[in-house]
Nanobody
Framework: VQLQASGGGLVQPGGSLRLSCGAS????????MGWYRQAPGKQRELVAT??????NYADSVKGRFTISRDNAMNTVYLQMNSLKPEDTAVYYC?????????WGQGTLVTVSS
């Protein structure tokens, strides 16, 4: 499975961004997809995941971020609203299936005025 993420950039506090991640390869092996992030000097942390009929969010993004998946396009999205400076990080797309984690290359999100 190969993952290609896009959509990062610079945004002011309170603004919005939408991240996209397209998957290719053995798609039928994917059980769940999601987003993680890593801020400078910090460990990588879960942001949101989605599997059939169920999504999961970190407490820090609940009510502000929405994860969705287009199965026909093999794409997962992360709509990020009301962004805060503490959301600044490299965001990584993840897919999990058959006991294996797959990672995209990361896309930088910077929230700053």
């Amino acid at each position: 499975v190969q993952l290609q993420a896009s959509g990062g950039g610079l945004v002011q506090p309170g603004g919005s961004l939408r991240l996209s991640c397209g998957a290719s390869g053995i798609i039928r092996s994917i059980e769940s997809m999601g987003w993680y992030r890593q801020a400078p000097g910090k460990q990588r942390e879960l942001v949101a995941t989605i599997r059939t009929g169920r999504s999961n969010y970190a407490d820090s993004v609940k009510g502000r971020f929405t994860i969705s998946r287009d199965n026909a396009m093999n794409t997962v999205y992360l709509q990020m609203n009301s962004l805060k400076p503490e959301d600044t990080a490299v965001y990584y797309c993840n897919a999990y299936g058959r006991f294996t984690d797959y990672w995209g290359q990361g896309t930088l999100v910077t929230v700053s005025s």
